[in-house]
């Protein structure tokens, strides 16, 4: 059996190196990004007959079912969803404007619960799947500037709990990965051309933090891959918390005591 993941903001970084992984552990993908040219080029560098793509906008109300139903089309079967794709806009609270939250929540909520949705159905005849929600750290609240993408993600850590707890006699789990700082595709372009920071940005933030680096996609890809094996069987619900620093911990307390 050949299993099968759907995989959004598949055309870059984390959602690139995830489906690279799964690649290398047998599986088959299909792709779902806005980006046609970068999926286009990823589909060719992994083979046509392992990688099937779907250029579409989250934010459109019809694109859940029409990937879903790619990926039974194509391969015959879904086991894997990972929800990878996510809308990263600075916005406070004090800041944010109806629109701003509706790009955000319709992107970071409501795609993935909708993909879930029709994943499950799918997943469900089989008795088997996988739904992985990458997340992040600022879900526990983070900086006043990016508020409304923490309350997003949330609310996707919520709906993985109670997805896991929905599914759980049905031999489909949910697993949310709350990411701490990724050095990816992304990330590079928001930190160089939204906050002016130097090219080499990564490395000297890097530098000061514990183990000297920042996360890389290959590191989520790698957690994704365990969480696809037996030893993950009895977690299903878990959220991660992928970081160096420990929620809560601290090098001392006060924080920040010394001048």
Known sequence: MTRVALITGGAQGIGAAVARQFLRDGLKVVLLDRNAEKLASLQKECGADK????????????????????????????????????????WSIDDVTPDAYQRMFDVNVRAPIFLMHEAGKVMGKTDTGVVINITSMLAHGGPPNIGIYAASKAALVGMTKNAANAWKRKNIRAYAINLG??????????????????????????????????LVPDDVAGLCAFLLTPPALMMTGNVIDYEQMPIGTYDEYPPLARE
């Open 51 to 90: 990688v099937e793509t779907l250029a579409a906008d989250l934010t459109d109300l019809a694109t859940p079912k029409k990937a879903v139903d790619l990926a039974v089309q194509r391969f015959g079967r879904l086991d894997v969803l990972v929800n990878a794709a996510g809308n990263t806009e600075r």
């Open 181 to 214: 700082w990724v050095n990816s595709d992304g990330e590079h372009a928001l930190q160089t051309k939204f906050h002016k920071m130097p090219e080499d940005w990564a490395q000297r933030i890097g530098s000061r933090v514990p183990f000297g680096r920042l």
